[in-house]
């Protein structure tokens, strides 16, 4: 890295590699058979340069790149990008990486995924179904030409369970993502179980306004735009309806979201953003009370914020190293009153439990504007699931949506992005939400 | 690439492939004020599987001396699968293809791709009600090596060059969004002289600020080529992966060939060697020649895509439509060009034919789970006793995929293809996949407004 740092600076102001060793492996069980083991081991490689107040950058697979020094200055003077001032500050302690999942062998993620499959089927020999490991072991380094030069590992170990209805399509779902080997309870396997038996009683509906409990899982689809909302890019380009809203109340104030990345084997847990910053717990909303945007270091220097450990090299649609860091969630975490999830459903007379969506890319996210499916939904009355829903969707805006927060549950699940996930939520009952149905 | 290191490294054992590749991608994005990103993107590495289990084990690498331990970690893989699993039909075609446009984006310099995505920036923001513009110029190169141990040797690039919009006009709270996109082919020449289309869009954003939102509800609406393609694509296309089908016998029963899904003279086809489009090309990434499937014939199920291996387990002959997005994942089953084949029926009387429903025009992304799906669309007109009244906004349609294919009562005369591709599957997102479809008309279709 020293290396290409140095002939980087012979023609550059400054520099920056960034190097990220990814070592990962899938196991899928479907139906009791084994579907196939796939594994990596990639390395991934960032440069950015800045010149006479100008930065670009390059991506490569490898340190011994000979292009990698002359693409990044095509991209410096091609593109209008300010110099940033790379950071120095050494990032303290964060606990990311969990020796217990780096020891599993393929082998062993191949056992744990067969005992999953074999205890789903013992609770339920008549449901067919699977089940998906993933392990992932990452080292990232990044060296700057103002002095930084940091290392850390990450890990992480997910699970997806799931269910098949008669015709073979996709029933109920249940995911964890930890740093750590997350534990499957007979209490989420017995959950996963009874949201499947209810999809035996469909239920069609009419449009209608009433109660709605996201689960944990699904308020992903609410978070992307919330964070759409929050980040600086977005605000500094008037793309999102917050700029100056700082210290407004615009959710209700049963609700706290942060966004930490200093969380303690969090799904996305760094000891320093893809660009230096170190990983922080930035509040976004505070008992609804907007707080802080999520910003690099250029975006923090126009909002007159700190960075906040957001700048990240991927995108929506991929983890690859793709382009120059952009604003991502860390670990988004719910918050507020917190309640029994079953005393809230309980206390519903009449609406929806929403398990899946789909359609979370669509529409306009930074506006807040959402137009879901509910690919899994369950009807509730007089605090009872009655059975699942067919073909309705959920429309809104969250900035609508969020000033209805009625209460907060206790149980935290990862919450899902389209392909990724991006913190932890427990399940949130809104007061009032437009279903549409037949 | 050396083409010898590598089968050197190939093991004669049991069934193994390797996919070598060199993948170069460059960006030119600009927001409102300027053009604020240029990057080339520049991998390489390389994948392998083996099958000498009961199923494939899959190894990614970006270290050329990585080689071997991947074939091991591979076979390791392969062999923890109970049980032992054949390939009935291996490809073993030898071929070297490259690409040829007429115009090739490669003899371009990056200045004079700006200066062209410039061009339409200009076009776009001298509209005074143009509230917010990303603006996108993408170019992928990829030269790849395929060899497997029971003879294919095939080389083959693929190019493809485009250019994408998303146009947002604004007035006051009101914010309406629309894309636009060009090219997705080789050629970069496709790619000049779009100034008329460009202000057409441009007019159609500004429309839609006066457009009336929809009361949410079931209509019946016609869905123009782009939408008709995004509909096939989402709501049947990704049923007919035949991967999906593997081991899931009760989904296997439900996409059982023969199996009535429209009416009779609806077709359905995926034809990845039509050239010119984002899913044109000539070898699968298993080295099978690609061909064209017909999924859909006079309303049956007639055919479906495969990789070898569902190929395999179903008995049925490859299609060639095993694809990754690049080297750093295993080829999965993917649709080349899917499109609904053209019909009768002028888009006139499909108009004339509606009392109350909706024209529905440009695709803004969807998404399946299994029979439903849900898809946003960028506009679209309200049709009133045979005639279209006045424009509408803020649409979303959602549907059950079995109860639409059959509610489709009219498809149109003629078949356009979209020039955007695009398609996510088990993490990867596939920008050559292309869509297309004559307009069709679908009865009762549930809409969500805004």
């Given at each position: 890295?020293?290396?290409?740092?140095?002939?980087?600076?012979?023609?550059?102001?400054?520099?920056?590699?960034?190097?990220?060793?990814?070592?990962?492996?899938?196991?899928?069980?479907?139906?009791?058979?084994?579907?196939?083991?796939?594994?990596?081991?990639?390395?991934?490689?960032?440069?950015?340069?800045?010149?006479?107040?100008?930065?670009?950058?390059?991506?490569?697979?490898?340190?011994?790149?000979?292009?990698?020094?002359?693409?990044?200055?095509?991209?410096?003077?091609?593109?209008?990008?300010?110099?940033?001032?790379?950071?120095?500050?050494?990032?303290?302690?964060?606990?990311?990486?969990?020796?217990?999942?780096?020891?599993?062998?393929?082998?062993?993620?191949?056992?744990?995924?067969?005992?999953?499959?074999?205890?789903?089927?013992?609770?339920?020999?008549?449901?067919?179904?699977?089940?998906?490991?993933?392990?992932?072991?990452?080292?990232?380094?990044?060296?700057?030409?103002?002095?930084?030069?940091?290392?850390?590992?990450?890990?992480?170990?997910?699970?997806?369970?799931?269910?098949?209805?008669?015709?073979?399509?996709?029933?109920?779902?249940?995911?964890?993502?930890?740093?750590?080997?997350?534990?499957?309870?007979?209490?989420?396997?017995?959950?996963?179980?009874?949201?499947?038996?209810?999809?035996?009683?469909?239920?069609?509906?009419?449009?209608?306004?009433?109660?709605?409990?996201?689960?944990?899982?699904?308020?992903?689809?609410?978070?992307?735009?919330?964070?759409?909302?929050?980040?600086?890019?977005?605000?500094?380009?008037?793309?999102?309806?917050?700029?100056?809203?700082?210290?407004?109340?615009?959710?209700?104030?049963?609700?706290?979201?942060?966004?930490?990345?200093?969380?303690?084997?969090?799904?996305?847990?760094?000891?320093?953003?893809?660009?230096?910053?170190?990983?922080?717990?930035?509040?976004?909303?505070?008992?609804?009370?907007?707080?802080?945007?999520?910003?690099?270091?250029?975006?923090?220097?126009?909002?007159?914020?700190?960075?906040?450990?957001?700048?990240?090299?991927?995108?929506?649609?991929?983890?690859?190293?793709?382009?120059?860091?952009?604003?991502?969630?860390?670990?988004?975490?719910?918050?507020?009153?917190?309640?029994?999830?079953?005393?809230?459903?309980?206390?519903?007379?009449?609406?929806?439990?929403?398990?899946?969506?789909?359609?979370?890319?669509?529409?306009?996210?930074?506006?807040?504007?959402?137009?879901?499916?509910?690919?899994?939904?369950?009807?509730?009355?007089n605090g009872k699931l009655q059975g699942k829903i067919k073909g309705a969707m959920i429309t809104g805006n969250i900035y609508d949506l969020f000033k209805n927060v009625e209460a907060v549950g206790m149980?935290?699940?990862?919450?899902?992005?389209?392909?990724?996930?991006?913190?932890?939520?427990?399940?949130?009952?809104?007061?009032?939400?437009?279903?549409?149905?037949? | 690439?050396?083409?010898?290191?590598?089968?050197?490294?190939?093991?004669?054992?049991?069934?193994?492939?390797?996919?070598?590749?060199?993948?170069?991608?460059?960006?030119?994005?600009?927001?409102?004020?300027?053009?604020?990103?240029?990057?080339?993107?520049?991998?390489?590495?390389?994948?392998?599987?083996?099958?000498?289990?009961?199923?494939?084990?899959?190894?990614?690498?970006?270290?050329?001396?990585?080689?071997?331990?991947?074939?091991?970690?591979?076979?390791?893989?392969?062999?923890?699968?109970?049980?032992?699993?054949?390939?009935?039909?291996?490809?073993?075609?030898?071929?070297?293809?490259?690409?040829?446009?007429?115009?090739?984006?490669?003899?371009?310099?990056?200045?004079?791709?700006?200066?062209?995505?410039?061009?339409?920036?200009?076009?776009?923001?001298?509209?005074?009600?143009?509230?917010?513009?990303?603006?996108?110029?993408?170019?992928?190169?990829?030269?790849?090596?395929?060899?497997?141990?029971?003879?294919?040797?095939?080389?083959?690039?693929?190019?493809?060059?485009?250019?994408?919009?998303?146009?947002?006009?604004?007035?006051?709270?009101?914010?309406?969004?629309?894309?636009?996109?060009?090219?997705?082919?080789?050629?970069?020449?496709?790619?000049?002289?779009?100034?008329?289309?460009?202000?057409?869009?441009?007019?159609?954003?500004i429309d839609l600020l006066e457009a009336k939102p929809v009361k949410g509800g079931n209509y019946d609406v016609i869905l123009d080529s782009d939408v008709g393609g995004l509909f096939i694509h989402e709501?049947?296309?990704?049923?007919?992966?035949?991967?999906?089908?593997?081991?899931?016998?009760?989904?296997?029963?439900?996409?059982?060939?023969?199996?009535?899904?429209?009416?009779?003279?609806?077709?359905?086809?995926?034809?990845?060697?039509?050239?010119?489009?984002?899913?044109?090309?000539?070898?699968?990434?298993?080295?099978?020649?690609?061909?064209?499937?017909s999924l859909i014939k006079d309303g049956r199920l007639s055919g479906r895509l495969h990789s070898l291996e569902s190929a395999s387990v179903m008995d049925e002959e490859p299609t060639g439509h095993a694809?990754?997005?690049?080297?750093?994942?295993?080829?999965?089953?993917?649709?080349?060009?899917?499109?609904?084949?053209?019909?009768?029926?002028?888009?006139?009387?499909?108009?004339?034919?509606?009392?109350?429903?909706?024209?529905?025009?440009?695709?803004?992304?969807?998404?399946?789970?299994?029979?439903?799906?849900?898809?946003?669309?960028?506009?679209?007109?309200?049709?009133?006793?045979?005639?279209?009244?006045?424009?509408?906004?803020?649409?979303?349609?959602?549907?059950?995929?079995?109860?639409?294919?059959?509610?489709?009562?009219?498809?149109?005369?003629?078949?356009?293809?979209?020039?955007?591709?695009?398609?996510?599957?088990?993490?990867?997102?596939?920008?050559?996949?292309?869509?297309?479809?004559?307009?069709?008309?679908?009865?009762?279709?549930?809409?969500?407004?805004?």
């Open positions: 890295m020293r290396q290409l740092l140095n002939k980087a600076l012979t023609s550059a102001d400054g520099g920056e590699v960034y190097k990220r060793d990814v070592h990962s492996t899938s196991v899928d069980i479907k139906l009791g058979k084994l579907k196939g083991i796939n594994a990596e081991k990639k390395r991934e490689v960032s440069l950015r340069l800045t010149k006479n107040g100008l930065m670009g950058a390059a991506v490569s697979t490898s340190l011994e790149d000979e292009t990698l020094v002359d693409r990044a200055l095509i991209a410096l003077e091609n593109q209008k990008s300010d110099a940033v001032k790379f950071p120095s500050e050494p990032p303290r302690m964060v606990f990311s990486f969990s020796p217990e999942v780096d020891q599993l062998k393929t082998e062993d993620l191949t056992k744990m995924a067969f005992d999953l499959s074999h205890r789903l089927k013992e609770k339920a020999p008549d449901i067919p179904g699977g089940v998906r490991i993933q392990k992932n072991i990452k080292r990232i380094s990044l060296l700057n030409s103002a002095g930084f030069n940091e290392t850390y590992d990450h890990s992480n170990l997910s699970i997806s369970l799931y269910t098949l209805t008669e015709k073979g399509f996709m029933g109920t779902s249940k995911e964890y993502s930890s740093g750590k080997v997350p534990e499957v309870t007979d209490r989420d396997l017995d959950r996963l179980i009874q949201l499947h038996r209810l999809g035996n009683q469909t239920i069609t509906m009419e449009n209608e306004k009433m109660p709605v409990v996201f689960s944990g899982n699904v308020m992903g689809a609410l978070m992307l735009r919330v964070l759409g909302g929050v980040n600086g890019g977005n605000v500094l380009k008037g793309t999102s309806p917050l700029q100056d809203k700082i210290g407004e109340k615009l959710f209700s104030e049963k609700i706290t979201i942060r966004d930490d990345g200093k969380m303690a084997f969090g799904v996305n847990t760094c000891l320093f953003d893809d660009e230096g910053t170190p990983g922080k717990n930035t509040v976004l909303y505070e008992k609804g009370v907007l707080k802080n945007y999520l910003v690099n270091i250029e975006q923090g220097k126009k909002l007159n914020q700190e960075p906040t450990g957001n700048a990240l090299k991927r995108t929506l649609f991929s983890k690859e190293i793709e382009d120059t860091p952009a604003i991502f969630d860390t670990n988004l975490i719910i918050e507020g009153d917190h309640q029994e999830d079953e005393l809230i459903l309980k206390g519903i007379k009449r609406g929806l439990l929403i398990t899946g969506v789909m359609g979370a890319h669509t529409g306009n996210i930074n506006r807040g504007d959402f137009s879901l499916n509910i690919s899994s939904g369950y009807l509730i009355e149980h935290y699940e990862v919450m899902r992005s389209i392909f990724y996930h991006m913190g932890y939520s427990p399940m949130v009952l809104f007061k009032e939400a437009s279903i549409v149905g037949k | 690439m050396d083409i010898q290191y590598f089968k050197k490294a190939l093991p004669i054992k049991d069934f193994c492939d390797l996919r070598y590749q060199d993948f170069s991608h460059t960006t030119i994005k600009g927001g409102m004020e300027e053009i604020d990103e240029v990057s080339i993107v520049k991998k390489t590495g390389g994948n392998v599987r083996v099958l000498s289990g009961g199923g494939f084990g899959s190894f990614a690498f970006t270290d050329p001396k990585d080689i071997t331990m991947a074939f091991q970690e591979a076979k390791t893989a392969s062999d923890l699968n109970p049980g032992k699993e054949e390939l009935k039909r291996i490809s073993a075609n030898v071929a070297h293809i490259t690409v040829s446009p007429s115009q090739d984006p490669r003899d371009l310099s990056i200045s004079r791709k700006k200066e062209l995505l410039e061009k339409y920036r200009g076009l776009i923001l001298s509209h005074p009600e143009i509230g917010d513009l990303e603006s996108h110029y993408y170019e992928q190169f990829t030269d790849t090596l395929i060899l497997n141990n029971h003879g294919a040797e095939v080389q083959q690039e693929e190019l493809i060059c485009g250019m994408t919009f998303r146009i947002t006009a604004k007035r006051g709270n009101l914010t309406q969004l629309t894309r636009l996109s060009f090219g997705g082919n080789e050629d970069y020449s496709e790619l000049l002289n779009k100034e008329e289309e460009v202000l057409e869009k441009v007019q159609q954003t709501a049947f296309g990704h049923l007919s992966e035949a991967d999906n089908l593997i081991g899931n016998d009760t989904l296997a029963n439900t996409m059982e060939l023969g199996t009535p899904f429209a009416m009779d003279n609806f077709n359905v086809l995926d034809d990845p060697t039509r050239l010119g489009h984002p899913g044109s090309y000539v070898y699968d990434h298993e080295g099978t020649k690609a061909r064209p499937v694809r990754a997005k690049n080297f750093g994942f295993a080829p999965i089953v993917r649709m080349g060009n899917i499109y609904i084949d053209k019909g009768k029926s002028t888009l006139e009387e499909m108009i004339a034919s509606i009392d109350d429903g909706l024209y529905l025009f440009g695709s803004a992304g969807g998404q399946t789970s299994g029979e439903t799906f849900t898809f946003a669309v960028q506009g679209g007109y309200r049709i009133e006793q045979g005639e279209i009244t006045h424009m509408v906004r803020d649409l979303a349609l959602t549907g059950h995929l079995f109860t639409t294919l059959k509610n489709i009562e009219m498809v149109g005369n003629e078949v356009t293809f979209s020039k955007a591709g695009g398609c996510g599957k088990g993490g990867q997102i596939l920008i050559q996949s292309g869509k297309g479809s004559a307009p069709i008309k679908i009865k009762n279709m549930g809409i969500g407004g805004l």
